[in-house]
DNA sequence: CCACTTATGTTCAATAATTTACATTATTGA
DNA sequence: TCAATAATGTAAATTATTGAACATAAGTGG
C-alpha cells in the first residue's frame, strides 16, 4: 500500500518526542549534537527532525555555530507553536499571564484576591480568567500545553495540594486539581511560589548552576533549592522551611507560628515592621519597611542589618547541610541590596567551613515581580517536554494538526 | 550470510543492557514487568534475556509472583556473574572485601592503618591487598566490575579527592584515582563513609523511602542523606556537614576545628569521652563512652541523653530544610538505643511545624561495623548497572565470555 | 479432574532503523 | 578564487524490531 507525505510525516511526528525533547532541553541545539545525544543515526534524525519542522514544533534559528567546517544551525522549539496559562496567588491581587514557550508573556491581567473568600470561588474567578487569556492566546499560539498556579504557602506537589495552615486559611487540603483541571482541558500544576522563584532564577539566570539555594525575605522568609539540577521538595513538599527554624536567646520574639525565636520573627518583613513601629515608624509589611531604608531611616537601615544576620546564621545552616555553589537572596527585603548581604555573607563565612564557603557564591536577585509566573512556565515546559511525556505532547499536537 | 547460535546470541547481548539495567535495578523483576518498563516488544525482550541467561549475568529464581493465571517468574541479576572490590578506611584499620552481586562478601580480610604512613603507601598496600582478594574471587566470580574506597572524611565524589583537612592529614586533594585504577583495571570510586552508609540503610533497609537522613553519630558526628532516591552530596561533596554548625551558649566547648559550640565540641564521642574524663571516668573515643552507658555508669547516661538532645537541635534543622520522611540514626553512640534517640525525637518534634514531623518516622540503625563496605558495593553496582553504563558492563563481559 | 487465566515462546510478514557510500552545502583560511 | 573542513541530505542494501496469530505452560478455583 502506498503511503502518501502526510501519514509518512505523522508516523515519524509519533517517533519524534525524544529529539523534541533534546531540543527543548537544549541539551541538542544542533543536527549533529542531536545525533550524538540521541544516538540515533543521520537518517532517522533527518527524518524525524523533518517532521517536527514541518509540524511547526521546531524551528531553525537564524544563528550558526562554527564547526571548522559548515557551521551548524541552532535548533529550537518554534515558541508560538503552542501556549501555556500560569496565575500567581498574592498578598492582595493575583496576577495571570498566558506564555508562549520562550516563555514570554503574551498577555496578562489581574485581579483581586481575598483569602476570605474560599478557595472554591477564587479558583473559579481564577478559571474564569485563565479562560479569557486562552481564548486570545489559541487564535496566535495553537494549543494549551498546562496550567500552572504558584500559590505563597507550602505545597504537595505530587498531589497539588496546599498543605499545611497558612496564609491560605481554608485551603488546605482542598483538592485544586480537581476543581480546575477539567475547566481548561490540559495538565494542571500547583507549586509553592517559592519553589518556583528558584526555578526560575535556576533555569533563567543560572542554568548549569546544579546546586543552589534561593532565600526569599519578603513579608516571610522562605527558600528553595535545585539539587542536581531538580528543584528538591522533601518528603511532603516542605523542604527549604527555614523561616520557622529556632534561635533561642533571652530575647527571642514571639512568632506568628507559637513558637518563640524562629527566623520569621527576627528577621521577616513583619517582624522588623514590628520593631519600626515600635520605634514609632508605622510600618506592616516588607515593602515598608524597604520604603523606610530607601528614605534613608537609620532605624530601618539597622534593623535590616541585623535581619541580614539573622538570615545568614540561619543560611549558614543550610550550607552545610546541602552545600550549594550558590546562594540568590530574593523577595522584597532584596531590595536593600548590601545593607541585607552584607550581615548573610558575614555570618556565613563566619561560621561555615572554608571547604563549604571556598567556592560559594552569594547574590543578590534581580527585582522581579513576576519571576514565580515564569518559574511556573519552566515548570511546566520542563515536565511537558520531559522524555517521559513528550509522547503525550505530540500526540495532542498531531490531533490539533499543524500551524502555517 | 549465515550467522551461527554464538554471534546471533552476541549482538543479541549487545542490545541487552536496557533488559539487565531493569532486573538489577530490580525495576523489573518479571518477563512481564520488562515488557512493560522497556516498551519493547515480546519477541525482543525474549531474545535479549535469552543472551543474559545464557550469558549467566540473569538468572531465573525459584520465586515466582501470583498473577491470577500462569505465576510470573522471578529474575535476579546472577550474584556469581561478576564481583566488586571494596575497602573501608577506619580509624586503626583497613577493612577490604570482595564481594558478589547480592552484594555479599565472598572473602575479606583486614590490614593495620596508619595517617602517619601517608596516602601512597597505604594506597599500595590496599591495592596489594585487594589484588589478593582479586585473585581468589576471580576463580570462582568471573570479572571484576568496580572497585570502591571508603574514607572517614569529606570527599569531592566527581572528583574522587579527599577535600579539605580532616583526620586524613596529607590525603587532601591527593589523586587516589591516578594511583589505584591503572593496579586494578576497573572503574574506581572513591566516597565518604556516612554516605556510603546512607546508601546502605536506603537500598538494603528502607529501599523505596526516597527522602531519607542518616545521622552517623560515632567519635565524630556526621549525616548524609538521600534526596529522590540519589545521595545528596552538594556542590563539592560536604553535604551532610552537620557536625560543625554551631549552637552559641555562654558554656559553649571549643571544638577540633576551632570555632565554638559545634555540634560535635557537644554530643560527638569524643566530646562525651573529654566531659566524662573531667568527671574522673576516663575514656576516650565513643566505645568507652557506650562502654560505660552499658555499665550503667549514671554520668555517662546523663552525657549521652543530653548528647542526643544536641544533635536532636540540629536534626531538626535539617529536617526543616530538607523534610525527609524518615531519620536514620547509627554510628557507635546509637547502640545506646532509647537514651540517644529519645533526646533527638524530643527536640524534633519540639522545634519542628507538625506538617514536617507528622509522617515522619525516627529509627535506630542495626549495629553494623561493616555497613560502609555494603554501602561500597551499592555504589559501584548502581552505577555499573545504570542505564548510562551498563552497556559497557555488558561488553567487559561479552569479552570475557560467558561463564559454565 | 476441568475450565479459566495469565505468562511465555515462536513463526513470519511488515515496518522501522541503521550502515554504507556518495553527494551537496556553507563556512574558513590560503 | 580555491582547497579544506565539517555539516547535512539521500538512496539502497542490510539488519533489527514489531505485531499478529498461534501454541504451550503453570498456576487458581471449582
Not at 137 to 162: I, M, N, Q, Y
Amino acid at each position: 500500500m502506498l503511503k502518501d507525505a502526510t501519514s509518512a510525516d505523522l508516523s515519524s511526528l509519533a517517533n519524534a518526542g525524544e529529539i523534541l525533547s533534546l531540543v527543548a532541553s537544549r541539551a541538542a541545539t544542533s543536527r549533529s549534537d542531536l545525533l550524538t545525544a540521541s544516538g540515533l543515526s543521520r537518517v532517522t534524525v533527518t527524518q524525524r527532525l523533518g517532521a517536527l519542522l514541518a509540524a511547526g514544533l521546531v524551528r531553525e534559528t537564524s544563528r550558526t555555530l562554527p564547526s571548522g567546517g559548515r557551521p551548524t544551525r541552532v535548533l529550537a522549539v518554534n515558541e508560538t507553536a503552542a501556549f501555556l496559562l500560569v496565575a500567581n496567588i498574592g498578598e492582595t491581587h493575583i496576577h495571570l499571564a498566558a506564555m508562549d514557550l520562550t516563555p514570554a508573556v503574551i498577555r496578562q491581567s489581574t485581579i483581586p484576591f481575598s483569602v476570605a473568600e474560599g478557595p472554591a470561588a477564587t479558583l473559579g474567578r481564577i478559571a474564569a480568567e485563565l479562560g479569557r487569556l486562552a481564548q486570545e492566546a489559541r487564535s496566535s499560539h495553537g494549543v494549551l500545553l498546562g496550567v500552572g498556579l504558584s500559590l505563597p504557602t507550602p505545597v504537595d506537589f505530587k498531589r497539588g495540594r496546599v498543605v499545611g495552615p497558612s496564609v491560605l486559611s481554608g485551603w488546605d487540603e482542598y483538592d485544586i486539581i480537581a476543581r480546575l483541571q477539567g475547566a481548561l482541558g490540559a495538565p494542571f500544576y500547583v507549586e509553592n511560589d517559592v519553589n518556583l522563584m528558584t526555578l526560575y532564577e535556576y533555569r533563567h539566570n543560572f542554568p548549569g548552576v546544579d546546586d543552589m539555594l534561593f532565600i526569599k525575605a519578603g513579608t516571610g522568609i522562605g527558600s528553595g533549592f535545585i539539587a542536581s539540577g531538580q528543584v528538591f521538595r522533601g518528603a511532603q513538599g516542605a523542604a527549604g522551611d527555614i523561616g520557622h527554624i529556632q534561635f533561642l536567646s533571652d530575647d527571642a520574639p514571639l512568632c506568628r507560628c507559637g513558637k518563640f525565636g524562629c527566623v520569621e520573627a527576627r528577621a521577616a518583613g513583619w517582624a522588623i515592621a514590628r520593631d519600626l513601629s515600635r520605634l514609632g515608624f508605622p510600618a506592616e509589611n516588607a515593602r515598608d519597611v524597604i520604603g523606610l531604608v530607601e528614605s534613608q531611616t537609620p532605624e530601618a537601615i539597622m534593623l535590616l542589618r541585623k535581619a541580614g544576620r539573622t538570615i545568614g546564621e540561619v543560611a549558614s545552616d543550610v550550607v552545610s547541610i546541602i552545600n550549594p555553589s550558590l546562594i540568590v537572596v530574593g523577595g522584597t527585603l532584596a531590595r536593600g541590596g548590601e545593607i541585607l548581604l552584607s550581615g548573610i555573607r558575614e555570618l556565613i563565612y563566619q561560621r561555615c567551613l572554608p571547604l563549604a564557603t571556598r567556592d560559594l557564591r552569594i547574590v543578590l536577585a534581580e527585582p522581579d515581580a513576576d519571576s514565580a509566573l515564569f518559574g511556573a512556565a519552566h515548570l511546566i515546559l520542563d515536565d511537558v517536554f520531559s522524555p517521559a511525556k513528550v509522547g503525550g505532547l505530540i500526540a495532542r499536537f498531531g490531533i490539533a494538526g499543524p500551524r502555517s
